[in-house]
Each structure stands twice: as structure tokens, then as C-alpha cells.
């Protein structure tokens, strides 16, 4: 079946059976099932997007479709709907991300690792700094998302996950605990990141709410810090004006263009075009440093390779960390090459 088969009109008059039938009738007589993910908001309800789409079918084409001939998800029954002009919603809400967790972590460690009610104060500023976070778009929350109710639950699974904890585990997640080991590992760096986070928050100078199409790497979303602050830290790198300085400043000394780490120089392998090329990179983490005038000495000039390894995993190593380590891997390599061996000028093979 082709997109395009089902028109605005046919969904609302499905909508009208949906109504009149009530939900459990509907989805019975069609054989559908409630939506596991994507709804329908329409006039102040919620209807089961899949179910509808696929009677909708009915009213043009003479039968409906069975719920094995549509998917329900983006690509299929979502984008008609959309087409049509109809808001789609999430029956629940999506994984908590890593800037999310870091905020509930940071609750439940001030609280002596425990978690907390949703009655406590304290979870409904936390619930509060969700919804300012917006870690997804208004589309993909459902109704409770991030309310006191979830947030107090999330902090009960992070609680359990901690190693004096003596009661019975709940269902947390893998990222629950790896945010857990980075408060338990570096409690200081990472109440600093959370107290970033609410400040940048409740002041308006963090805007986090990100667009549909917005492309991320594996870096970004496993930044330590979480990703917001990873976001600004690398708009502060990215500062041309701060990176022209530090550039001018590396010629004022005489200095090559060169990086910092491994002396790979962009000029000298690519000739003209990669003449002025080089990445900045600040040395101190924003969740270490906070917000504050950078200066010429807080950053590194670095090759985009270079760059990448600081960045991979926490903790960030600084640039002579990394040089220490790529010269300790030249002589690994250099010690492990099979050495010449001398002939003797009898048997070398050109004579003597």
C-alpha cells in the first residue's frame, strides 16, 4: 500500500468509530493491540496511531488493514499521520540521558544515597530542571515525562545500584549505574558538572533543546559531563576569534603550526591547503573549570586525531598526558622491530 491512501477526513471518521466504540471495543474488533509507542493527540484525547490508520483504510479502499500489513512506527502509519496534519505523541516516555541522570545522581548523593519520595521538595526542583533540560522534543514525551512520580522512582534506582545498598534492586538501567561509578569515582568533578547544569539551567544561558534532524557523535553523547556541557565546552574551542589568538601567538614565539601531542603539521603533508589548519582545544573540561574568561593559556593547539583521543573517555587526559603516551607507543613499537643483522664481509652479499 502506498502512502497517501488514507486522508485527513478518513482518520477523523475513524476517529469518530474510536470514540463511539470506546478504545477496548476498537482495538478488539480489529484485532489491534494498544500502542506500545505512538499516539495520537487530537481535541484533548489520545488514540492508538497504528489502530486508526489502519481502519482509516477502510473508508476509501472498502477493508481495513491488519496490523500485520502496517508499521506503526516513523515510516509508515506516523508519516501519514503527520501528513495529514495530525500531532503525534509517545504512550511513554523515552530513556533518560546521561544529562538527566547526572542531575538525579547529584540529588540522590546529597541526600546521602538514598533515594527520595515524590513528595520531597527536592524532587520537584529536580522535576522542574527536566522539563527545563529538555532532553527530547516536545513529540517524544508522553504526559507524565519527568514528572515528581518518575523522577522519584529514577532516584530509588540509582540509590540501589550504590554498593552499600542492602535492599532489593530495581530494574535501572546500564547508564544508571555508569553515572553512579562516575559520582562514586570523581564525586567533585561531577557535583561540578551537576551544579553547571542547574545554574545554566535556571539562568537561561544553556538552550539544550535540540532540533529533529540535529546530528550527534559517539563522543558527544558519552561526554562525562553530559552532553550540554560537552555542547559548550566545544563552542568555546570553536571560538575563532580565541583560536586566531592562540595561532598568532605560536608565530609571535617563532613557533611551527604543529600539534601539540604528536607534531603531525598540516602544512607540511598537505602543502597549501592545509596551510593555518589546526584544532583548538581547551585543556580544562568546563564541568572542571566552570564558565569564566578563557584564556591563550588554557588552550591547546592539536591535530584533529589528537583531539578525538582527549575527548573519547573520561577522564580526559591533558596534551602532555597523551604525548607522554604516543612516545611511550613509538618506543613499544620500536623495541618490538626485528633489529639487522650484521653479515660479515665475506658473506655480505655485494662483496667488499
Not at 476498537?26 to 497504528?50: M, N, P, T, V, W
Request: net charge neutral.
Amino acid at each position: 500500500m502506498e502512502k497517501g491512501a488514507i486522508s485527513r477526513d478518513d482518520v477523523l471518521k475513524t476517529m469518530q468509530e474510536y470514540d463511539e466504540l470506546g478504545g477496548p471495543a476498537f482495538l478488539s474488533l480489529y484485532g489491534f493491540k494498544e500502542a506500545r509507542k505512538f499516539l495520537i493527540l487530537h481535541d484533548g484525547k489520545e488514540y492508538d496511531s497504528k489502530a486508526i490508520a489502519a481502519v482509516a483504510h477502510k473508508h476509501q479502499h472498502g477493508r481495513p488493514l491488519t496490523w500485520k500489513e502496517l508499521s506503526g512506527g516513523v515510516g509508515h502509519a506516523v508519516d501519514w499521520l503527520k501528513r495529514e496534519g495530525f500531532r503525534i505523541g509517545v504512550s511513554r516516555s523515552p530513556k533518560w540521558t546521561r544529562d538527566e541522570l547526572i542531575l538525579a545522581c547529584d540529588v540522590v548523593a546529597r541526600n546521602g544515597w538514598q533515594g527520595l519520595s515524590a513528595s520531597d521538595p527536592r524532587i520537584g526542583e529536580l522535576s522542574e530542571l527536566l522539563q527545563l533540560l529538555g532532553a527530547y522534543p516536545p513529540e517524544q514525551r508522553a504526559a507524565e515525562y519527568r514528572n515528581c512520580n518518575g523522577a522519584a522512582f529514577k532516584t530509588l534506582n540509582i540509590a540501589s545500584f550504590h554498593p552499600d545498598y542492602q535492599g532489593t534492586p530495581t530494574n535501572g538501567g546500564q547508564l544508571d549505574r555508569e553515572v553512579l561509578h562516575d559520582f562514586l569515582e570523581r564525586p567533585a568533578e561531577m557535583a561540578r558538572a551537576a551544579a553547571l547544569l542547574r545554574e545554566g539551567l535556571c539562568s537561561g544561558t544553556l538552550q539544550p533543546v535540540l532540533p529533529e534532524n540535529d546530528e550527534t557523535d559517539d563522543d558527544e553523547v558519552s561526554a562525562p559531563e553530559g552532553r550540554v556541557l560537552y555542547r559548550r565546552h566545544r563552542t568555546r574551542e570553536r571560538n575563532k576569534a580565541l583560536r586566531a589568538r592562540k595561532i598568532a601567538a605560536v608565530f609571535k614565539k617563532g613557533g611551527i603550526l604543529a600539534c601539540e601531542v604528536c607534531d603531525f603539521d598540516f602544512s607540511a603533508v598537505y602543502g597549501e591547503r592545509g596551510q593555518g589548519y589546526i584544532e583548538c582545544h581547551h585543556v580544562v573540561p568546563l564541568h572542571e573549570a566552570g564558565e569564566g574568561t578563557t584564556k591563550l593559556a588554557d588552550l591547546a593547539l592539536i591535530c584533529s586525531n589528537c583531539h578525538r583521543m582527549i575527548h573519547r573517555c573520561a577522564p580526559w587526559p591533558t596534551p602532555a598526558d597523551l604525548r607522554a603516551l604516543v612516545q611511550e607507543q613509538a618506543r613499544v613499537r620500536a623495541a618490538a622491530l626485528p633489529r639487522p643483522r650484521l653479515e660479515s664481509a665475506g658473506t655480505h652479499p655485494l662483496g667488499t
